[in-house]
């Protein structure tokens, strides 16, 4: 562990101008003559070094793994390499303050929790989560067979859909608008919005209570249900007959729901959670009427729990955001979030090629990787990001695998 530490200090600490072969004065003389500006006195680097000594104290603060090998080559020599790895992710960090002091140096206090049995209610910013929600298409939501009451699934999903977007738009940690859907890629690239890249999804999905899989269960217990159901199918129409159609009733229903939040990044499901929705049985009428009564406010009860338990589940997550245009000059990008998720000029961005900054301030290359960027201009749903801290990105990479971690 010691080896290992004593590696990682060596990636952390600055080596300055000044050196047993030349005096700092000789250097301190070129530069004056020269004009060129002293890496070491730009405040921007100078907080950027901080906050990497910062990620690697909370890195080795953490539970980390060290893994070491070792071989002899064909001529006797013992070579020895050591890996450091944690798997306690980083769920919140933030510059709380930066410290630059004449004899002390440079400190930055950073938030952070990386434990998950620790708070993060300090790692809190005023920044809201942008997501798209969409019902998620199926044979099951169409037709009369998959009707309840006078309305198909899918409306009632639309119903739905229309509820959670208004509930998540109350909520100070949410920003939701329906997402849309392209006949193709061509398409969305004709009449598609900035709103399309947002960094979540939150997927709907309905279905009848009591249908299940035939691959699921047994072949004679599907015989069975068939059987039951196709009973009670007869049952209901002959009733239905015998009473006459305008005195006869929508039979009550129960409605199975899951509510999945996506990274579109990834396409990974953060956050999921389902339940049941019952639909009253009501009279038939010559025209389709309302939602009914009970089921909305059945719908508004979940609706409220839900955000709820959403807002909490990504209290801890940081803020990230991908870049969407990495074609500007030599120092600049556009990340997927604007002024609707509450960015403003003058915000910091730390960027990483991986989401998990602990991992990557444990190797060489991620450290000596990060960036730092400043916002330098902000629309509603993007923002451009002047980088002032770091070495230059590689313009010949995918530069969209690059992360951005408000801080």
């Not at 004056?32 to 500006?37: T, Y």
């Not at 510059?95 to 938030?111: D, H, I, Q």
């Not at 998620?136 to 067979?145: E, K």
């Not at 229903?253 to 579109?264: G, K, M, Q, W």
Request: glycine letters at 6%.
């Amino acid at each position: 562990m010691l080896l290992a530490t004593n590696k990682i200090g060596s990636l952390i600490t600055p080596h300055f101008f000044g050196s047993r072969v030349m005096p700092q004065w000789v250097i301190c003389v070129v530069l004056l003559l020269f004009g060129i500006p002293s890496v070491a006195q730009d405040p921007a680097e100078i907080k950027l070094r901080t906050v990497k000594q910062a990620l690697v104290d909370l890195a080795l603060g953490a539970e980390v793994q060290v893994d070491s090998m070792a071989y002899m080559d064909n001529t006797g020599k013992l070579h020895e390499s050591s890996v450091l790895s944690t798997s306690a992710g980083i769920r919140g960090v933030r510059v709380m303050s930066y410290l630059e002091e004449a004899k002390r140096g440079s400190k930055a206090t950073m938030k952070a929790t990386v434990m998950p049995d620790r708070s993060c209610r300090e790692a809190k910013i005023n920044l809201r989560r942008q997501v798209l929600v969409n019902i998620v298409d199926s044979d099951r939501l169409h037709g009369q067979a998959n009707q309840v009451g006078d309305h198909s699934l899918l409306e009632v999903a639309r119903f739905i859909e229309k509820h959670l977007i208004n509930r998540l738009s109350l909520s100070k940690n949410w920003s939701a608008s329906s997402q849309v859907s392209y006949a193709s890629s061509y398409d969305q690239y004709l009449s598609g919005t900035s709103i399309d890249g947002v960094p979540y999804r939150l997927d709907i999905k309905l279905n009848h209570a009591e249908t299940t899989n035939m691959f699921d269960i047994s072949y004679s217990r599907w015989v069975k249900q068939s059987v039951a159901r196709s009973a009670r199918f007869l049952k209901s129409t002959a009733a239905q007959v015998s009473r006459g159609s305008e005195k006869a009733s929508w039979p009550a229903a129960d409605i199975t729901y899951e509510f999945a939040l996506v990274d579109r990044s990834t396409n990974l499901s953060l956050w999921k959670t389902g339940g049941k929705l019952h639909y009253p049985a009501i009279s038939r009428g010559y025209s389709k009427g309302k939602i009914p009564l009970s089921l909305e406010a059945d719908t508004s009860i979940i609706m409220a729990d839900f955000v709820q338990g959403l807002s909490e589940s990504l209290a801890c997550k940081p803020h990230q955001f991908q870049i969407r245009d990495g074609r500007l000059n030599e120092n600049k990008l556009v990340i997927n979030a604007g002024r609707v998720a509450g960015i403003t000029v003058g915000d910091q961005f730390l960027i990483s090629t991986h989401p998990d900054l602990l991992k990557q301030a444990l190797t060489d290359k991620g450290l000596s990787s990060l960036t730092l960027a400043k916002v330098e201009s902000v629309n509603i749903h993007s923002a451009v990001l002047q980088q002032v801290a770091g070495p230059e990105w590689n313009r010949k990479s995918d530069l969209s695998t690059l992360v951005a971690t408000y801080f």
